[in-house]
């Protein structure tokens, strides 16, 4: 008997990143054993290794409209995953059109006539109206897709120290196409002693700029680990005081570990991620990078390594909004 079938259609790179692969990683993760995920994924060369990496059976390609909705018809086909704005554009009108169902993973609102849009955003319950044409909206944190290898780890189970030299993770998504990376390095405060650990995700390329910076901090007393794409990102996390990050993703795992953070929005869909968790009081920061000076990120980086209790009732406020069974809730919802 055919198995049935789910297909997953991202794409990842440089300018992209690889948030898009990570949501849909953590739904094929949580899929049951008689349901068959079709990863069908795109973009640079990149994803080819980061799937062998992570032991994620995928098939690679440019993968036009015509190719996914062949895929689509076969009999065993449920559904159709889709996350990536152009993508959900291109294919969701062409999936309707043959009856095929079709779930958005969305990050801003579309007027797309998707059978399921997901959207796991904290601000996401107030983007209800911004999908008017949906037939069924799962909206905020009680969605969060979370990674099998975050979710490995009971909620809450970071606990930060307010140690004379504090463990800061730093990490700017999968690709960091902006350079935030080295620049915070560049940036920090030179009076506090800080052990550093460096993330660089998949799609990194400014390893010179990086290196330089990892350099002159260590000059001026810091410790500098750094890390090329994990296996293991949620002990990272754990065994951190502070995160220094973009506002995409990664604060939703920071929020469910228990890891505070201070965030920057590094994309166009971070920017109201940023602001509605800065009012809400879950992170420090919220700025947009391109638009922030160099003395004002110096100032936020001083203001946030300097204030322990800030740092602690965030914290707290950020792990109250999330858990661990999004994904299930998400395959339960939406995929079964």
């Known amino acids: ?68 909705v062949a895929a689509a018809e076969a009999p065993a086909v449920r559904a159709v995953v889709i996350d990536g704005p152009a993508l959900a554009d291109a294919l969701v009108p062409a999936l309707a059109q043959r009856g095929i169902r079709s779930v958005v993973i969305d990050d801003r609102g579309c007027a797309l006539a998707a059978d399921v849009v997901i959207n796991h955003n ?18 905020g944190r009680r969605y969060l897709m979370l990674r099998r290898t975050i979710r490995r780890y009971p909620r809450g189970s ?19 196409p902006v350079g935030a990376t080295a620049r915070t390095l560049d940036l920090l405060p030179r009076d506090r002693a800080l052990e550093l650990v460096v993330l ?61 953070a201070l965030a920057f929005a590094i994309a166009p869909d971070q920017v109201i991620c940023a602001r509605t968790q800065i009012r809400s009081g879950l992170i420090s920061g919220g700025r947009t990078w391109a638009d922030s000076a160099d003395d004002v990120i110096r100032a936020e980086l001083f203001a946030f390594l300097g204030d322990a209790q800030r740092r602690h009732h965030q914290r707290h406020r950020a792990l109250a909004t999330a858990d661990a069974l999004g994904p299930h809730r998400i395959v339960t919802e939406a995929l079964g």
């Open 122 to 139: 904290f601000h996401a319950p107030s983007l209800a109206a911004a999908y008017p044409a949906a037939r069924r909206r799962l909206l």
């Open 200 to 260: 660089a995700g998949p799609g990194f390329r400014d390893d010179d700029a990086l290196a330089a910076a990892a350099a002159a901090a260590i000059a001026a007393g810091h410790t500098v680990e750094l890390l090329r794409d994990p296996d293991d990102p949620g002990g990272v996390f754990v065994s951190a005081d502070a995160a220094i990050c973009s506002a995409g993703g990664t604060l939703g795992e920071l929020a469910y570990l228990g890891c505070p």
């Open 158 to 176: 970071c606990r930060p120290r307010d140690a004379a030299r504090l463990r800061v993770v730093v990490t700017f998504g999968g690709s960091d």
């Open 1 to 68: 008997m055919t198995r049935p079938q789910i297909l997953f259609r991202g794409d990842a790179s440089h300018a992209l990143g690889y948030g898009h692969l990570a949501r849909l990683r953590a739904l094929i993760e949580e899929l049951a054993p008689d349901v068959e995920p079709r990863a069908l994924f795109g973009g640079d060369a990149t994803v080819g290794a980061w799937a062998d990496h992570h032991r994620l059976a995928v098939e690679l390609g440019p993968w036009p409209v015509d190719q996914v």
